[in-house]
């Protein structure tokens, strides 16, 4: 099957602090990306989208950041909050195949 | 609204057996897809059905199956089950067909297979 990189870091930050988790995506025809939290026993769920005609899109306490030009996206957390400690995915529509692929994803920490 | 459920949630199976899982997806959606995850290759697309139909496909042999209803629940099934076929499954569903639109995820079912 197909993934984006095996390699799951870790990050780690205290409670009240901004979090920014970093993902690089594969393809530079993607035009659409998504940002999911998983939390353990879970499925991942929605957190924000992004369409590759915006640069930026902001949620509540969440912003997502796109750079095409180095096929970067970024989700910043704002006041990051226990309640956050999650792993993070990213994902890419992948008009070829029609069909989302994730990136291995970035555990988040919070420490009170 | 119930979200998307999934049955069951756990299952020990052994090798060589064969597994139906089964998805319910949010009221009102039509397309289900179904991703396999597991600690050594992360979230990965099975396929998805729209309107009883599969219309996508991953990477994945054909033991791997599924099928969609005219309610649009959904099932998959894994025949001849093999030890790596232990994972995290997981189905979601989207309320039309677009792939932008935004997918909802279930629960999962864990599946052991010793």
């Known amino acids: 099957g197909e993934s984006v990189g095996l390699h799951l870091p870790t990050l780690s930050v205290q409670e009240g602090d901004n979090s920014i988790i970093n993902c690089a995506y594969s393809?530079?025809?993607?035009?659409?990306f998504i940002w999911y939290k998983q939390e353990s026993g879970k499925g991942p769920q929605f957190i924000i989208d992004i369409r590759s005609n915006m640069d930026k899109r902001q949620g509540q306490r969440v912003t997502v950041l796109l750079n095409k030009t180095v096929k970067h996206l970024s989700l910043q957390i704002a006041a990051t909050q226990p309640g956050d400690s999650a792993v993070y995915f990213c994902a890419e529509l992948m008009e070829y195949g029609n069909k989302l692929v994730f990136g291995a994803g970035t555990i988040l920490r919070v420490k009170s | 609204k119930a979200g998307v459920t999934q049955t069951p949630r756990y299952l020990i199976k052994t090798r060589g057996q064969q597994v139906t899982l089964s998805c319910s997806p949010i009221?009102?959606?039509?397309?289900v897809s179904w991703y396999q995850q597991t600690p050594g290759q992360g979230l990965q697309f099975l396929f998805e059905?729209?309107?009883?139909?599969?219309?996508n496909k991953g990477n994945f042999p054909g033991r791997f199956s599924g099928r969609q209803f005219s309610n649009s629940r959904s099932e998959m099934n894994v025949s001849t089950l093999e030890l790596g076929d232990s994972a995290l499954y997981l189905c979601?569903?989207?309320?039309?067909?677009?792939?932008?639109?935004?997918?909802?995820f279930g629960p999962g079912t864990r599946l052991t297979v010793l």
């Open positions: 393809n530079s025809a993607s035009d659409y």
């Open positions: 979601a569903s989207r309320r039309a067909g677009g792939l932008k639109d935004t997918q909802y």
């Open positions: 059905y729209f309107s009883e139909t599969q219309r």
């Open positions: 009221s009102g959606h039509r397309s």
